[in-house]
């Protein structure tokens, strides 16, 4: 699995995150956009 932070929106408080499973062989078998929040 990676985990690469692609933006951050310093304003809205918000991170945005691509995420990719991979199997043994290199084959993606998911993949995702992560948006995190802070909340306060």
Do not use: P, S
């Not at 690469?4 to 078998?29: H, M, N, P, S, Y």
Request: proline share 0%.
């Amino acid at each position: 699995m990676t985990y690469e932070i692609i933006e951050r929106d310093e304003a809205a408080l918000k991170a945005f995150a691509r995420v990719t499973c991979t199997t043994q062989r290199g084959d993606v078998v998911a993949a995702a956009t992560h948006i995190l929040k802070v909340v306060e």
